[in-house]
């Protein structure tokens, strides 16, 4: 139980006896809250059967589970609660006090339930903290945990923090961002390979390497200071070998547990296959995806319970813009639905997004709320990623001309769309973090990336862009994930180039960041673009035209991807282009009378304000 001695929260207050009772999670709830009723976890030793008590609070019920450290108490939030430190008293089953433990009841902020989620009209941000920028390099190295810096090696620590991220919310805001999405910062004391984050030992706390709660909740007021929302990067599948259960798990259920290590075998289609055995479908749910990352079981009403309210503290604590939960279809799948709706229960106008990798749209549709079902499911996802049309995007800006347009692959791909519940509510993104980036992947043809940002900036969806994209990085030669997070250049004192001032970029870089910079404030300032509706034609001669409409705004977008100059005949578009006669490229400002033809300049991009 040592670790559970560590960093004791604010809210704990031992008596003078209490030398068994260790700390109680959450440490703190509000006032007002839909979910006024919550089941703290409080670690000790030998506390299972104690009872609790409270003059302040209305304790339901006190409960132990197989390990004798562990106690649950069930207590309600009165509407009336005062504001402050809330005692609960500890007793054995002879009535004599043990100790006492304190929990902070705090005042809700204004509004806070009818915060607004992201939405498609967001440009959202994804960052790895510790790949990014080295704010505080006092944190590099604490005392006590397993793993320290390494900046020489690329799957090492490499100092990047929350200190990083807050100093460079200006730099975010001059290139667009509304919404922040950073990969996990919550403690991951691992020996090794620990940076990336998901694989938690301490789903309260944030890792000390990148800062405190305190600096977690400062980045988030700072960032809405600047218009700029955060989303959490959440994990309810699975935690990290060193996190203190694992030591002494609450119950032998707590965790999936095999008698012997047994892997998930990611066959996803698995969970709707209707001729799937029993045996296969248990391995894809209760297998582990590594050893060091533990299955948990969401099946027990305990820790489903300590998940889902581990959640909405995070979302009222931080004042969150929206959740993207990890590995979305691998916890059970009943825990699915009761997690979201619990947090739109608390939250009706929130966001959640579930990564569900996979190239087929009917996976992934299927999580979303509105989709029709070929069960009785009811899901309350709000949020999908679109991994097709980013696999369809790639496939199709390389392609070789055959007997269609290789752009076809991208129409087919939206095509689909007519599975998803809500096609705006998308998450849409040229890579991510665990893929090669865009410029790689795209092997580094700067025609062919941006004619990739204004696909992704003009079609519907909610865009999500990895950092580094706006200056180009890359990862040639390469799918190590060390060298695809690679450090983004200025982060780090002494660092050559610095992207934050410019200052070493290639004028190709310093364009591509104005690119983008432009191609954001297009779509921030266009309803048409980042909400309206959707009218696209098949391509032909790889030339890709499709229109986005909003009430009385209309765009007309063309991607030509011949290295030719292309005459494109109007005549096919009318459905488009009715009523209007001259077309105004936005991005140089140029006018063009709307007659017959339109003439392409070769590997271009043109989004065309009709009037």
């Known amino acids: 139980m040592k670790k559970l001695l560590i960093g004791l929260a604010f809210a704990v207050n031992i008596g003078a006896q209490a030398q068994d009772l260790h700390k109680i999670e959450p440490e703190s709830w509000w006032v007002g809250m839909e979910m006024n009723t919550v089941e703290f976890m409080v670690y000790g030793k030998d506390i299972s059967e104690l009872a609790a008590e409270s003059t302040t609070l209305e304790v339901l019920k006190s409960e132990g589970l197989e390990s004798p450290n562990y106690l649950f108490v069930t207590a309600k939030v009165p509407a009336n609660a005062k504001v402050g430190d809330h005692a609960f008293v500890f007793r054995n089953t002879k009535g004599k006090r043990i100790g006492r433990l304190t929990v902070h ?3 809700r902020e204004e509004g806070s339930a009818a915060r607004k989620g992201f939405s498609s009209a967001d440009f959202i941000y994804l960052l790895t903290p510790d790949r990014f920028r080295n704010g505080d390099p006092s944190n590099d190295r604490i005392k006590g945990m397993l793993e320290g810096p390494d900046r020489e090696l690329q799957g090492g620590r490499h100092g990047g923090d929350l200190a990083g991220v807050i100093q460079s919310l200006d730099y975010l805001k001059n290139l667009g961002v509304s919404s922040l999405w ?14 990336h984050g998901y694989a938690m030992t301490d789903l309260y706390a944030v890792d000390a390497r990148y800062g405190s709660n305190d600096l977690y909740k400062e980045l988030a007021d700072k960032a809405r200071e600047k218009g700029i929302g955060l989303i959490m990067d959440q994990v309810a ?38 001729h799937a055995s029993d045996v296969d479908r248990k391995q894809f749910t209760n297998g582990w995806f590594v050893e060091t990352m533990p299955d948990l079981n969401q099946g027990n009403e305990k820790l489903a319970r300590y998940l889902i309210q581990n959640s909405i503290w995070w979302v009222e604590y931080l004042g969150l813009h929206g959740i993207r939960m990890d590995t979305w279809p691998y916890p059970e799948k009943q825990f699915l639905a009761d997690w979201t709706k619990a947090i739109l229960d608390e939250y009706p106008n929130f966001n959640i997004v579930g990564e569900e990798w996979v190239s087929d749209p009917s996976l992934i549709s299927y999580w979303q709320a509105g989709t029709a079902k070929m069960d009785d499911y009811t899901t309350y996802l709000p949020s999908v990623m679109d991994f097709p049309l980013q696999s369809a995007l790639i496939e199709g800006l390389k392609g070789e001309s055959g007997w269609r347009s290789s752009m076809t692959k991208v129409y087919e791909s939206l095509a689909n769309d007519y599975m998803y519940g809500d096609v705006n509510n998308i998450m849409i993104f040229p890579d991510n973090h665990d893929m090669s980036r865009i ?3 795209l092997d580094e043809d700067y025609d062919k990336w941006k004619m990739a940002m204004t696909f992704l900036f003009t079609t519907r969806g909610t865009l999500q862009l990895y950092y580094g994209t706006e200056i180009l990085m890359s990862n040639p030669g390469t799918e190590d994930h060390g ?5 983004f250049p200025g982060g780090w004192e002494g660092d050559p180039v610095n992207a934050f001032t410019g200052e070493g970029l290639t004028a190709q870089q310093k364009e591509a960041f104005a690119y ?4 954001a404030h297009l779509r921030r300032e266009s309803c048409a673009l980042n909400m309206g509706t959707l009218l696209h034609y098949i391509p032909q001669n790889e030339v890709y035209v499709y229109f986005r409409s909003f009430e009385g705004e209309h765009k007309m977008v063309v991607l030509n991807r011949n290295t030719a100059e292309v005459t494109l005949d109007l005549g096919r578009f009318q459905q488009g282009l009715a009523g209007f006669s001259e077309a105004v490229e936005v991005l140089t400002g140029t006018a063009t009378a709307l007659e017959d033809t339109l003439t392409l300049a070769p590997m271009g991009a043109f989004v065309f304000d009709l009037k």
């Open 237 to 274: 599948n699975h935690i990290g070998s060193s996190h203190p259960w694992m030591a002494d798990l609450p119950s032998k259920d707590w965790v999936n547990q095999w008698p012997e290590f047994t892997q998930t075998n990611h066959m996803k289609v698995s969970r709707f296959d209707p």
């Open 105 to 107: 009841i705090g005042a």
């Open 439 to 441: 410029y790689t992947q």
């Open 182 to 195: 950073l990969n996990p910062v919550l403690e991951n004391d691992m020996p090794s390979y620990s940076y």
């Open 483 to 487: 060298i695809i997070r690679s450090d």
């Open 516 to 519: 983008i910079q432009s191609l």
